[in-house]
């Protein structure tokens, strides 16, 4: 079975830099160009930001709040 190859992003929160401290510490960092999804760690904002960036991608996007 294949590994997940996941993305994580995080806004300056301090939530959300924690939690992308331990979350990439865990699962890696995929490269942004070979992810197979996207994990935004923030508040709405930062998650709308995210959806934009990633528009167009084909790469679906989870958002945790943490912000």
Not at 25 to 46: E, N, S
């Amino acid at each position: 079975m294949q590994r997940l190859r996941i993305r994580f992003t995080a806004s300056k929160a301090p939530a959300a830099v924690e939690a992308y401290a331990g979350l990439t510490a865990t699962y890696g960092q995929a490269d942004a160009r070979r992810a197979d999804v996207i994990v935004a760690l923030g508040g709405d904002g930062f998650m709308l930001q995210t959806l934009h960036a990633a528009h167009g991608h084909g790469l679906p996007v989870y958002g945790m709040n943490c912000g």
